[in-house]
């Protein structure tokens, strides 16, 4: 399988991502979790990336292009992937499908998730990012067991930067004129499908799983 999951921030690309990618033992891809590894080792790239990401734009294609392509090559993504907060605008799109084509492969589908606003600003201002695994909380909506400590690794919690109110508005605007033109460029070529991202996690996910045509996880 190779998805992609398009939609605004906070929609929840991540988390379905990540449940998807353990059900179907493929690597869940998400371009913000490769910028922020950069960032934190430091890299050329993390240094001239942060530069955007703190004020909520877009970093440069060549940069995520890189970390996007480099990872995409390696083993455990040869049988498939679940791409997530890539790609963010139809210039992405199209080097991704050239990228692939060289290989021989191709996109299988791209699924949207699709949130109102209103929803999205709850969503960010409560979620917890671990340090340790970059698996996704909220403080509401999906509480670690002990506040502030991962369930899955016993990492520290912590609220990114650009979850900060002013840096989201500015995020939903860049969705707004970058991304969103991406529903209709897929669309156009026949591989959309739109689901609403409201609900609990194991309802989107099954309309996700419906989309794409899968069985949903055993015993559910
Ligand atoms: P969210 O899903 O909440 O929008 P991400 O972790 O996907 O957050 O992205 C965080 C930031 O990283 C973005 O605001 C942007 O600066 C940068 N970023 C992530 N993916 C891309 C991409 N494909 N192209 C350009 N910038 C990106
Ligand atoms: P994205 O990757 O699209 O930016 P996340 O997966 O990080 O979104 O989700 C954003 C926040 O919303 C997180 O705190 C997450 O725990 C929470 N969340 C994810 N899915 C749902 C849902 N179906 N209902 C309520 N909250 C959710
Ligand atoms: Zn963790």
């Known amino acids: 399988m190779r998805l992609v999951l398009l939609g605004p921030p906070g929609a929840g690309k991540g988390t379905q991502a990540r449940a998807l990618g353990e059900l179907w033992k493929i690597p869940q891809v998400a371009s913000g979790d490769l910028l922020r ?26 940069l995520v292009l890189k970390l996007i392509a480099e990872r995409l090559s390696q083993p455990d993504a040869k049988a498939g992937f679940i791409l997530d907060g890539f ?40 979620r917890r990012t671990c340090k340790g695994c970059a698996a996704m909380y909220h403080t ?12 899955k690794c016993g990492g520290e919690l912590y609220q990114r930067e650009d979850d900060a109110e ?20 897929y669309g156009r070529l026949g591989m959309l499908s739109k689901i609403n991202g409201v609900g609990r996690t194991d ?17 559910d």
């Open 166 to 185: 002013a840096t989201v508005r500015e995020r939903l605007k860049v969705y707004a004129e970058a991304t969103r033109p991406l529903l209709n460029h």
């Open 87 to 126: 790609p963010r605008n139809v210039a992405q799109a199209e080097t991704l499908a050239k990228m692939l084509e060289q290989t021989g492969s191709k996109l299988d589908k791209i699924v949207a998730v699709i949130v109102p606003d209103e929803e999205i600003v709850k969503r960010i201002s409560g």
């Open 37 to 62: 590894a950069a960032v934190r080792e430091g890299t050329e790239l993390g240094r001239e990336a942060a530069r955007y990401m703190d004020r909520g734009q877009l970093v440069p294609d060549d």
């Open 140 to 151: 509401t909506f999906e509480p670690p067991k002990k506040a502030g400590v991962c369930d």
């Open 203 to 219: 309802e989107v996910e099954k309309r996700i799983l419906n989309a794409v045509g899968a069985k949903a996880r055993v015993n």
